[in-house]
């Protein structure tokens, strides 16, 4: 039977236990496979199809612990906290990790004018969805923040090593990369290794790195974004490529018979209602499908398109509220509908 890795983290977090922990698998034999779900709010999984040094896996987790520990927005006193802290006051040196990543976002949000913006901390402390008490903010709050949110003034000097927010109040968040970052640090470990093929997957940001050990391609299922519904819609056949998918289900709340969701639209102030249900980007970064996604997510169909074809070597999987999906022309050989009530749509 052929195999289908789901680009989805939460039914595998229902069987882990609470707390902190890495857990390495004892059977002999392959894949060599690590789990770890001390780290960026997620569950991280590694496998790997040849025989490596058991340090290596161990370095991998360290180097996506060391990302954890510098950008986190739940870290007292890391560089994100700090840079956070000293905003409308003065910039903060930072490492060479967060520089790029703040570097690589502002990049995206101009490309994307808006729709992807790591300045938008406030606006995600302000709802609090995924956190104990989400709520639905009045109007005058979301407008009050919505000053706040504005990556032009994110100033970075990459010669001096530092980086500052024009505004007090104002907060970077770099939930919506840092996990592609991480991604593809540890594809760069592997491959620095001599590694051929392996499987990564940080909370739905899957990497199939190289092709399988026989060469084929291997199966990315992109799952049903219908909140209630189960199973998966479609099947993208790649190699040595990131596969990153972001939608509502992930964290969400219901008030008032209306649902509210993680992905917040810049511009608004609210949870972004594009209608899509989901995005999946593919492409060699996984720091950059993880930013593409949440923004096309943002833009609607059309838009995200049209976005995802201006970045070389990326490609798309729209998923629409009719139950539609729109394919981007350089994945339509690779993709295969699985069913469910979806339907592929013709030339978009």
């Not at 991998?60 to 956070?84: C, F, K, Q, T, Y």
């Not at 899509?276 to 950059?288: D, H, Q, W, Y």
């Amino acid at each position: 039977m052929k195999k289908i890795l789901l680009c989805a983290f939460a039914a595998l977090a229902l069987f882990l236990p609470g707390g902190c922990g890495f857990i390495k698998n004892t059977t002999a034999g392959l894949p060599i496979t690590v789990t770890d779900y001390r780290y960026l709010g997620t569950v991280i999984t590694i496998s790997i199809y040849e025989s490596v040094p058991g340090e290596l896996t161990d370095k991998v987790m360290e180097r996506i612990g060391d990302i954890h520990n510098r950008m986190s927005a739940n870290i007292p006193d890391n560089e994100l906290d700090r840079l956070n802290r000293a905003a409308g006051r003065s910039s903060v040196p930072l490492s060479a990790d967060t520089l790029e990543l703040l570097a690589l976002s502002k990049e995206i949000a101009r490309s994307s004018g808006g729709c992807f913006d790591v300045t938008i901390g406030p606006l995600v402390k302000l709802w609090n969805i995924g956190g104990d008490t989400p709520r639905l903010p009045a109007r005058q709050e979301i407008d009050e923040i919505l000053a706040l949110v504005d990556y032009a003034a994110l100033d970075i000097d990459e010669r001096s090593g530092a980086a500052g927010l024009d505004s007090s109040r104002m907060a970077a968040d770099l939930g919506g990369i840092a996990k592609g970052y991480a991604c593809d640090e540890a594809v760069r470990i592997l491959r620095e290794n001599g590694v051929s093929h392996a499987l990564l997957d940080l909370g739905g940001n899957v990497y199939a790195y190289g092709a399988k050990p026989d060469g084929s391609s291997w199966r990315v299922g992109i799952r049903n974004p219908v909140i209630g519904e189960e199973g998966h819609v479609g099947v993208v056949e790649v190699a040595d490529k990131a596969v990153v998918t972001s939608g509502p289900y992930e964290r969400y709340f219901e008030e008032d018979g209306a649902l509210y969701h993680h992905i917040f639209d810049p511009r608004t102030g609210y949870p972004a209602e594009s209608g899509l249900l989901s995005v999946t980007i593919v492409g060699e970064s996984s720091a950059i499908a993880d930013a593409l996604s949440t923004a096309c997510f943002v833009l609607g169909p059309e838009k995200a398109m049209a976005l995802a074809e201006s970045f070389s070597g990326v490609e798309c999987v729209l998923i629409t509220a009719n139950r539609e999906i729109l394919v981007s022309p350089g994945l339509r050989e690779s993709f295969t509908l699985s069913g469910g009530g979806f339907t592929l749509a013709g030339e978009y």
